[in-house]
């Protein structure tokens, strides 16, 4: 991740100030602003309002709030305390809770006097943990790519069509759907993206292309609703959209319109691949139709926000006074839609079979994965 060719991480603890900063992505693309997470409720905060989103970045986010709990009280009391409100704020992605855990399994042991060392060590480790994997899910997805644009003339230019934002912006650094698209790029495989503007929250529009801007991949931002018609005419190759949870069976939980553009891969006979990190995986539920889907506010729907022609940032509305509005901001594809699951471990069906084979070590707890 280089801005202006300063590279960066999207959460990182600075050396010496040991201050937890990150950057409001609720101003991206117009404004990169950097702001310091100084408390557990600055955390919780800026999950819950998506100045940080993102299955990866979420739990990296969690974990550094639980250490910046202890810190302020380091109690048996206060971290269950701060585990419940943290893991309360989006209940979808399953990345949250399994931060949590693992920073609660490096300190529960210890005396409250050594938990707040410990607490940071952990999220530094889980953030470390997150760019190598993503950095391997980029390297398996690499050869997906490849393989594909093979297939096409000398010279032609693979299309490859993605949904939300599963960057750099949406991890600690890399991304996950985005990385074999990077490592692509960079070796001089030609390529282009078509970037759904995924609403309501525009995170298409607003940061997908924001990355790829700046890497310098060729893009175009398109409605949510071209996708369909783009694969009609032959001009998509692959889709590689991200993931916030994966059941045991391989049902994908991902932003709000992925089913959609599966339904018109599979349809069309266009590759449908999820990138995902181990984290993302979620053992303990059979199928994706017992995923809690986060219902969030109408006004996400009602109205845009923007900036001005004079550099002013204002919401506007957008649809008919008086009327209400649903905000699933998630939905789910079923595995039998999804071509492969990219892991850090290589590409797996998305199937209970298929994530056993990479995951073989879940074959010892009884009933297969659950």
């Keep these: 991740m280089k801005i202006d060719g300063t590279a960066y991480r999207m959460i990182r603890r600075e050396a010496g100030t040991g201050k937890v900063m990150t950057f409001d992505q609720t101003l991206l693309p117009h404004r990169l602003v ?40 380091a109690s048996d009391a206060n971290l269950a305390k701060a585990i419940e409100h943290l893991a309360r704020q989006r209940p979808t992605a399953i990345n949250l809770k399994w931060a949590l855990d693992e ?18 060590d952990a999220a530094g480790r889980l953030c470390d943990d997150d760019v190598e994997t993503c950095r391997r899910i980029g390297e398996h997805g690499l050869g997906i790519i490849r393989e594909i644009a093979e297939k096409k003339g000398p010279g032609e230019r693979l299309e490859v069509l993605t949904h939300c934002n599963a960057g750099w912006l949406a991890c600690v650094d890399w991304g996950t759907a ?14 282009h993206v078509w970037v759904d503007e995924t609403r309501p929250r525009n995170q298409g529009a607003a940061l997908t292309a924001f990355e790829l801007g700046a890497h310098g991949v060729p893009h175009t931002v398109i409605a949510d609703n071209a996708g369909g018609h783009l694969m009609q005419h032959a001009q998509v190759d692959m889709v590689i959209v991200g993931t916030d949870r994966v059941t ?7 932003k709000i319109g992925t089913y959609l553009k599966a339904l018109a891969a599979a349809d069309n006979g266009v590759p449908f691949y999820v990138a995902l990190p181990h984290s993302t995986i979620d053992w303990t539920i059979a199928d994706g139709f017992h995923i809690p889907i986060e219902e969030r506010s109408p006004d996400e729907v009602l109205k845009m926000t923007g900036r001005l022609a004079d550099g002013t940032m204002a919401s506007v509305e957008v649809a008919a006074p008086g009327s209400g509005a649903a905000n699933p901001a998630f939905d789910v594809t079923p595995a039998r839609l999804v071509t492969g699951l990219i892991t850090e471990r290589g590409i797996a069906k998305a199937s209970r079979e298929g994530l056993l084979s990479l995951y073989p070590e879940r074959r010892a707890r009884g009933r297969g994965a659950i």
């Design 178 to 191: 985005t990385a074999p698209i990077y490592m692509a790029h960079d070796a001089g495989i030609p390529l």
């Design 34 to 73: 950097p702001i310091e997470l100084a408390s557990m409720e600055d955390a919780a905060r800026a999950i819950l309002t998506m100045q940080v989103r993102g299955a990866p970045l979420i739990g990296a986010t969690a974990a550094y709030g639980l250490a910046l709990a202890l810190q302020r009280d």
């Design 103 to 120: 920073v609660r399994k490096a300190v529960e042991a210890l005396p409250p006097d050594a938990r707040v060392a410990a607490a940071f």
């Design 248 to 254: 045991a069976n391989g049902d994908v939980a991902n």
